[in-house]
């Protein structure tokens, strides 16, 4: 037991408590057939919690944490302070990257051997902790190797080191009994098309995730493969823009099957769209996989990773996810991270705590909405002109008949409401 949450309690679901404590989230709460946690499945993420250091573009490391070091004791206290908070929240999952954990080799070998010791802890740790793996990854984006690319580098040394990675990490995932394995294409993309072939680097990152399919077969990962979207940052252009971009990437390289999204709220606004809007269309073309619940600030237009604390926002969310049948293998992860005055370890787990009420109480709001058929109803009222037997045979129909039709039955379509400000009151009642 390290001492860094000395003075903190496991926390419980207290409503009228006044310090630490969940005011909303009651993991045995029924919720659409579910218990609570099950339905949210949240995990708490190793690189924003215990990796950094708090910087931005203009100053560096604030937090200062004993673990802070390149050496394996440093990582291996990390681990220890990770599992002791993952118990305070009860979190049932937890999500890494290859560097999150371990410290950098002077060779791939040597880096191979510092995580696969870290493995080896959290798999004991595993044996009597509640959390499990909900993702593992790679991190192919920090190390200035990867500074033009992994799948997608001009550099077929640097696409080696990349599969290598991902082997390794899958290899890792699988063994800790990992319920997804996720590839966010950190630096596949661009900063000027002026020195990019953009034909062949697509071509690269399909065989590339091809590769990874295959892998996950050979071995038997029972998980599923998720791609996290987003449309900039850290390059210019990322080739995995927005959930329709990378649907396309997938069927262009006949992997729509195999592959599922991981949508972030953050990432789906910096794509110049809502997180329900993603969220409801990877439902509609069978790839939604998991969320990343971590917001941005609206005004600066970063991708500020900042905890959720907007209940309306996130029952919309929930909303979509609800609807579409719930989590599969996916979760709530909080790719999120403490802003940088927040030094004290309390305020690690208070960010954690209050990410998991904003949660409970949008889910709870997004789960009446569809046991009242708030919304339903009005939406089924809306299309049930579809249901008539000629209007469903014109789908099957084609342009002439159509157009006979409209002339034979004098058809004068008349505009009906969409009624929008009545929707979002009905909201307004449940959030
Ligand atoms: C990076 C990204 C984050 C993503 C994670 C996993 O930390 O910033 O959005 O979820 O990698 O690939
Ligand atoms: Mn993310």
Redesign the pocket.
């Known amino acids: 037991m390290s001492d860094f949450f000395a003075d903190i309690p496991k926390l419980t679901y207290a409503p009228d408590a006044e310090g630490l404590a969940f005011r909303h989230y009651n993991p045995d709460e029924m919720v659409m057939g579910k218990r609570m946690e099950d339905q949210l499945r949240f995990a708490c993420?190793y690189?924003h919690s215990f990796a950094w250091p708090g910087g931005d573009p203009f100053g560096g490391q604030t937090f200062d944490r004993p673990w802070f070091g390149d050496t394996m004791a440093d990582a291996r206290l990390k681990a220890d302070v990770a599992f002791e908070m993952f118990d305070l929240l009860g979190v049932p999952f937890f999500?890494f990257?290859d560097v999150d954990i371990r410290p950098e080799g002077e060779s791939f070998a040597e880096s191979r051997r510092n995580f696969e010791e870290i493995v080896d802890i959290f798999a004991a740790k595993m044996e009597t902790s509640k959390t499990r793996l909900l993702w593992g990854?790679a991190?192919l984006?920090s190390n200035r190797r990867f500074m033009s690319g992994a799948a997608t580098n001009p550099d077929p040394d640097v696409f080696a080191w990349s599969a290598a990675t991902v082997k390794l990490c899958m290899d890792a995932t699988h063994r800790l009994g990992g319920e997804n394995y996720?590839?966010?294409g950190?630096r596949e993309g661009y900063e000027t098309l002026l020195n990019t072939d953009l034909s062949r680097e697509l071509d690269q990152m399909g065989r590339f995730l091809s590769m990874v399919v295959d892998y996950k077969h050979k071995i038997g990962f029972p998980g599923t493969i998720l791609i996290?979207p987003?449309p900039q940052e850290p390059t210019k252009h990322q080739y995995d823009y927005d959930v329709a971009t990378v649907y396309g990437n997938l069927k262009r390289f006949g992997l729509e099957n195999e592959v599922k999204v991981?949508i972030?709220q953050g990432?789906a606004i910096l794509a110049g769209h809502s997180f329900e809007h993603e969220i409801a269309l990877a439902n509609a073309l069978g790839v939604f996989g998991s969320i990343?619940m971590n917001r941005n600030d609206y005004q600066s237009g970063w991708?500020t990773?900042q905890f959720p604390n907007n209940v309306p926002e996130v029952a919309l969310a929930y909303y979509e996810i609800l609807k579409g049948g719930g989590f599969g293998t996916g979760g709530t992860?909080f790719?999120a991270k403490l802003r940088r005055q927040s030094l004290d370890p309390e305020d690690l787990v208070a960010a954690h705590a209050g990410a998991m009420d904003v949660c409970a109480r949008g889910l709870k709001a997004a789960a009446r909405m569809l046991e009242d058929d708030a919304l339903e109803a009005p939406r089924r009222a809306r299309y049930s002109g579809w249901e008539d037997p000629q209007a469903q045979a014109m789908l099957t129909s084609d342009l002439e008949t159509i157009a006979a039709r409209v002339e034979a039955e004098g058809l004068d379509p008349q505009p009906r409401s969409g009624r929008q400000e009545i929707l979002e009151n009905v909201v307004n009642r449940y959030v």
């Open positions: 993420a690189w999500c990257h990854t991190n984006f996720v590839l966010w950190g996290e987003k991981n972030e990432h990343d991708d990773d992860n790719d």
